[in-house]
Structures are given as structure tokens and as C-alpha cells.
């Protein structure tokens, strides 16, 4: 989940100009597609690969590195460290170069990172610290890809195609969110943790063959002058400073993200301890926030058509969050529809808004700076959630889990209030051009 105006950011000419991108044309249909499809498909089997090692990778420390629960958090926590140092010279790196190159060797990066796994167990060299290791090359590389993907997909798209591809590879994210887990663990039990990893070094080789065979040419970036990088992630950070919608999306995508986080840490114990139940049923209860998020999906074209790309963004978050807080009501029996109802909410409307937040930033923002922008957006968006999941874990200790879980859902349900005090509350549509032009755009 997401984010009037700086001009002298944007160079003396307009973003088409020096390069020839489309990040402001509509594409002929077959042309866009094509290339998206591959894009898409690349992306989905990715997507199952990565559910895979998200359980595969704890797994492998727990059963067969017997680690502490200590290092386990320390584990999870790796992730994210490249985020934290590289998040922001990451834009302006991908800014500098084609942001193909750039995807292409972040996968091959995930691929020999994940790859490794199994060749060390094989040998019977597998240890804690190339766990951890290869957690730092998979956050670096997700870091590097998915700021080049977000900022790569307008100029293969098209603008007037952006909403469109966002809901497509949302119904594929959230369908892998539904059948992943379940594979991931048969997989797992079927071959070993550490072996399940080479399903997910193969998917990322899928994923780079599918990058290879776009056949539509990426233009080269602009030239800019020489300047010192911080000069140049500066204008990324300025720019996102001096658009106040893109403030009440990040605020709103920054207080969502921390406070889910902290839920997140507390859910399954919550339900263990407060509401005894097996892990069967937990298990069934946590796919209704996926199966929220297949339907958000693929409902978003449709009411974006009916509501407006910006409404449905403000409003469809401000309408599902608030059923968050009947989660810490939850009890047993009967009472665990109160739980599916809350979970199913927050799936159905982090999708709506994720659809619409990102392709508004990719409209709005100019394309030579997208790469900056998404980078510092990330940063803002996502730096704080290890923090969220640690505070999480602290709160259901100190005041017992389902009162910690009322102050986390209480996060969640009050974040569209950053959207609601904004004057996105005043849009219908998202502009048709650069953020120059949101003064003028589509009331409702």
C-alpha cells in the first residue's frame, strides 16, 4: 500500500522528450499486451516461487539449523536491511540506467542467492550465516527489481493501460497469496526445506527469460549532468516533499504497513492463546485475507469505471479498514466469523487502494524521476515495519495479545484518515498528465 510541485525537477522539457518514452501515450492495443503478458506471466510464476521460500527459509533455520527463536526473528529481519542503507541511491541508480537491465539482473541475483541453499545442504555445509546472508541478497534484490518494475511498467504500458495492468498483476499476486502457502508446505514436506529452494531459483530464471522475450525497446535514460548522488536523491525525496497527495499516500501506506506489521506479529498467537484454536483453522481463517484481496482485484476495473480511480482508492480503504477492529472481538465459535470478516476486509481494501495508489504515482510523477520517487516512497512506505512487528510482539507481552491486538487494529482502521483530511477526498479520477496538471484535474 501508497503515496503538487516542483518543475525545475523535471528538466527544461517535457518527460517524453530525449528518449522517446510513453510514459505519457496510449500504446496501440497489441503492441502494450504482448509485452505486458510476458511481463505478467514472468511475474506470476515468480510470485509462487517467493511464497515458497518465504516459508522455506525459517523452516530451513528451525528443522534443520535448530535456531533459537532469537535468531529467527534476526532472520526475518535481514530482509530488510538493504531497504533501509540502499533504498534511496537505489532510485537514483535505476533512474541512471534501463530499468530492464536492472530487473534482469536483480532476479538472476535472487536466482544464485536461493540457488545456493540447496547446493550447501547437499554438500552438508548449510549454515546460519549464509541464511542470513542470502535474506540480505533477496531484500537487495527485491529492493533493486520492484523499483525498476514500478517505474519500467508506464513506459511499457502506456498510461491509459496502467490501471488495467496494476489489477491483472494484483489478481495474480493475490491468487498466489491463496494457493502459495499450501504449496509451499507440500513442497517442503515433500523434498526438505532446504530443498524446496530450488523451485523458487527456477522461478526467478522463468522470470528472466520472461523479461528477455519483451520485444518492445526500453529507450535509454536521459543524460543529466554530473552531479553527487545525494544531489540526485534529493529531487526524488523534493519531490514527493512538495506534492501533498503523494504525502497522504505514503502516510497512509506508512501507518497501514506498521500497524498490519504488528497485527501480524500477534495473529497467530492471539488466535492460539485467546481463542484456542488448532492450526487448521487458523490456517483457514488467515486465506480470507487473500481471498479478500482476489476479489478486490478483480473488482477494481469495474468500480474504478463506476467510482473513479481516486474515489474508489479514498473511499474503498475508508469503508474496509474500520472492520478491522471486529478482529479483537473475535471468540470461539460463532465468533470466528468476526475474524474472517475483519481479515477479508483488509484484503479487499489494501487491494483497491494498492492498484490505484501505484498507478497514481506512475501518472503523476515525471519519468525521469520515477525511479527516485518509488525508491524514496519504498523507504517511507516499508522502513518502519520491522519496527511494527518488534513493537507488536512487546504489546501483546507487557498487556496481554488481545488488547495489543485492539491498538494495532485501531492503526489500521484510522489509516484512511490521512486520505480523508487530504484533498484527494475532492478527486474523481486520477490526472491525465504529470503533477503539474493536478490542480486541474476531474472533481466529483
Same mark, same amino acid.
Given at each position: 500500500?501508497?503515496?503538487?510541485?516542483?518543475?525545475?525537477?523535471?528538466?527544461?522539457?517535457?518527460?517524453?522528450?530525449?528518449?522517446?518514452?510513453?510514459?505519457?501515450?496510449?500504446?496501440?492495443?497489441?503492441?502494450? &499486451?504482448?509485452?505486458?503478458?510476458?511481463?505478467?506471466?514472468?511475474?506470476?510464476?515468480?510470485?509462487?516461487?517467493?511464497?515458497?521460500?518465504? &516459508?522455506?527459509?525459517?523452516?530451513?533455520?528451525?528443522?534443520?539449523? #535448530?535456531?533459537?527463536?532469537?535468531?529467527?526473528?534476526?532472520?526475518?529481519?535481514?530482509?530488510?536491511?538493504?531497504?533501509?542503507?540502499?533504498?534511496?541511491?537505489?532510485?537514483?541508480?535505476?533512474?541512471?540506467?534501463?530499468?530492464?537491465?536492472?530487473?534482469?539482473?536483480?532476479?538472476?541475483?535472487?536466482?544464485?542467492?536461493?540457488?545456493?541453499?540447496?547446493?550447501?545442504?547437499?554438500?552438508?555445509?548449510?549454515?546460519?550465516?549464509?541464511?542470513?546472508?542470502?535474506?540480505?541478497?533477496?531484500?537487495?534484490?527485491?529492493?533493486?527489481?520492484?523499483?525498476?518494475?514500478?517505474?519500467?511498467?508506464?513506459? &511499457?504500458?502506456?498510461?491509459?493501460?496502467?490501471?488495467?495492468?496494476?489489477?491483472?498483476?494484483?489478481?495474480?499476486?493475490?491468487?498466489?497469496?491463496?494457493?502459495?502457502?499450501?504449496?509451499?508446505?507440500?513442497?517442503?514436506?515433500?523434498?526438505? /526445506?532446504?530443498?524446496?529452494?530450488?523451485?523458487?531459483?527456477?522461478?526467478?530464471?522463468?522470470?528472466?527469460?520472461?523479461?528477455?522475450?519483451?520485444?518492445?525497446?526500453?529507450?535509454?535514460?536521459?543524460?543529466?549532468? /554530473? %552531479?553527487?548522488?545525494?544531489?540526485?536523491?534529493?529531487?526524488?525525496?523534493?519531490?514527493?516533499?512538495?506534492?501533498?497527495?503523494?504525502?497522504?499516500?505514503?502516510?497512509?501506506?506508512?501507518?497501514?504497513?506498521?500497524?498490519?506489521?504488528?497485527? %501480524?506479529?500477534?495473529?497467530? %498467537?492471539?488466535?492460539?492463546?485467546?481463542?484456542?484454536?488448532?492450526?487448521?483453522?487458523?490456517?483457514?481463517?488467515?486465506?480470507?485475507?487473500?481471498?479478500?484481496?482476489?476479489?478486490?482485484?478483480?473488482?477494481?476495473?469495474?468500480?474504478?469505471?463506476?467510482?473513479?480511480?481516486?474515489?474508489?482508492?479514498?473511499?474503498?480503504?475508508?469503508?474496509?479498514?474500520?472492520?478491522?477492529?471486529?478482529?479483537? &472481538?473475535?471468540?470461539?465459535?460463532?465468533?470466528?466469523?468476526?475474524?474472517?470478516?475483519?481479515?477479508?476486509?483488509?484484503?479487499?481494501?489494501?487491494?483497491?487502494?494498492?492498484? #490505484?495508489?501505484?498507478?497514481?504515482?506512475?501518472?503523476?510523477?515525471?519519468?525521469?524521476?520515477?525511479?527516485?520517487?518509488?525508491?524514496?516512497?519504498?523507504?517511507?512506505?516499508?522502513?518502519?515495519?520491522?519496527?511494527?512487528?518488534?513493537?507488536?510482539?512487546?504489546?501483546?507481552?507487557?498487556?496481554?495479545?488481545?488488547?495489543?491486538?485492539?491498538?494495532?487494529?485501531?492503526?489500521?482502521?484510522?489509516?484512511?484518515?490521512?486520505?480523508? /483530511?487530504?484533498?484527494?477526498?475532492?478527486?474523481?479520477?486520477?490526472?491525465?498528465?504529470?503533477?503539474?496538471?493536478?490542480?486541474?484535474?476531474?472533481?466529483?
Amino acid at each position: 500500500m501508497r503515496r503538487l510541485n516542483t518543475a525545475s525537477d523535471r528538466g527544461s522539457g517535457g518527460p517524453g522528450e530525449g528518449g522517446g518514452d510513453t510514459h505519457g501515450e496510449s500504446l496501440p492495443s497489441g503492441s502494450w &499486451l504482448a509485452a505486458f503478458r510476458l511481463l505478467w506471466a514472468g511475474q506470476t510464476v515468480s510470485g509462487l516461487g517467493s511464497e515458497i521460500t518465504r &516459508l522455506a527459509l525459517p523452516l530451513a533455520a528451525v528443522l534443520v539449523l #535448530h535456531v533459537s527463536t532469537f535468531e529467527v526473528g534476526v532472520l526475518s529481519a535481514a530482509s530488510y536491511v538493504p531497504l533501509l542503507i540502499l533504498g534511496v541511491p537505489a532510485g537514483v541508480w535505476i533512474d541512471r540506467v534501463r530499468r530492464r537491465s536492472v530487473m534482469v539482473a536483480a532476479d538472476a541475483l535472487r536466482a544464485l542467492a536461493v540457488g545456493s541453499i540447496p547446493v550447501a545442504a547437499a554438500l552438508g555445509r548449510l549454515g546460519y550465516v549464509q541464511l542470513v546472508v542470502v535474506a540480505v541478497l533477496l531484500g537487495t534484490g527485491s529492493l533493486f527489481f520492484d523499483v525498476a518494475y514500478e517505474s519500467y511498467l508506464p513506459g &511499457l504500458v502506456g498510461r491509459a493501460h496502467l490501471a488495467d495492468s496494476n489489477s491483472r498483476l494484483q489478481v495474480s499476486a493475490s491468487v498466489v497469496r491463496v494457493a502459495g502457502p499450501s504449496s509451499a508446505g507440500l513442497l517442503v514436506g515433500a523434498v526438505g /526445506a532446504p530443498f524446496a529452494f530450488v523451485a523458487d531459483a527456477c522461478s526467478f530464471v522463468v522470470s528472466v527469460a520472461s523479461i528477455l522475450g519483451i520485444r518492445r525497446a526500453e529507450p535509454a535514460p536521459r543524460k543529466r549532468p /554530473a %552531479v553527487s548522488l545525494w544531489s540526485e536523491a534529493r529531487a526524488g525525496l523534493g519531490f514527493l516533499r512538495g506534492q501533498p497527495m503523494l504525502q497522504a499516500i505514503a502516510a497512509t501506506s506508512a501507518s497501514t504497513n506498521v500497524f498490519l506489521a504488528a497485527f %501480524v506479529a500477534l495473529g497467530t %498467537v492471539f488466535l492460539v492463546r485467546q481463542v484456542h484454536l488448532p492450526p487448521a483453522i487458523i490456517g483457514l481463517l488467515s486465506t480470507c485475507s487473500a481471498v479478500g484481496a482476489v476479489l478486490g482485484a478483480l473488482s477494481a476495473g469495474w468500480l474504478r469505471r463506476r467510482l473513479g480511480s481516486v474515489r474508489i482508492m479514498v473511499v474503498g480503504l475508508a469503508c474496509t479498514m474500520p472492520l478491522a477492529l471486529l478482529i479483537p &472481538l473475535t471468540f470461539p465459535g460463532a465468533g470466528l466469523v468476526l475474524y474472517a470478516v475483519g481479515v477479508f476486509a483488509i484484503g479487499l481494501g489494501s487491494v483497491l487502494y494498492n492498484v #490505484h495508489q501505484q498507478t497514481f504515482r506512475q501518472i503523476v510523477c515525471p519519468e525521469e524521476l520515477l525511479g527516485r520517487v518509488n525508491a524514496s516512497f519504498r523507504v517511507l512506505t516499508w522502513g518502519l515495519v520491522p519496527l511494527g512487528a518488534v513493537l507488536g510482539g512487546l504489546a501483546g507481552t507487557l498487556i496481554g495479545n488481545r488488547n495489543a491486538v485492539w491498538i494495532a487494529t485501531a492503526g489500521i482502521a484510522a489509516a484512511p484518515l490521512w486520505l480523508l /483530511a487530504s484533498p484527494l477526498r475532492r478527486l474523481r479520477d486520477i490526472p491525465d498528465g504529470p503533477a503539474d496538471t493536478l490542480g486541474e484535474a476531474s472533481l466529483g
